[in-house]
């Protein structure tokens, strides 16, 4: 009886909350802007590549010295 009143109040809450999940929310979001927050995250990335490339060259410089 317990999983049948779970899974008829799952039926409802998803009839009733559907409609309002599509809801449109461009007027709300349409205001921000990430440009400033993805440029600052591309650049740590490359940072943290170029430091990688120029670790894994030198190791790779001292191991043909050796």
């Not at 008829?8 to 009733?16: C, H, R, S």
């Not at 599509?22 to 921000?32: E, I, N, Y």
């Not at 440009?35 to 001292?62: D, H, M, N, P, Q």
């Amino acid at each position: 009886m317990k999983k049948q009143l779970i899974t008829l109040a799952a039926m409802a809450f998803t009839l009733v909350g559907g409609p309002a999940a599509a809801a449109d929310w461009s007027t709300m979001t349409g205001g921000l802007d990430f440009s400033g927050e993805i440029t600052g995250v591309i650049a740590v990335v490359g940072v943290l590549a170029g430091f990688y490339v120029v670790r894994k060259g030198g190791r790779l410089l001292l191991s043909m010295i050796k």
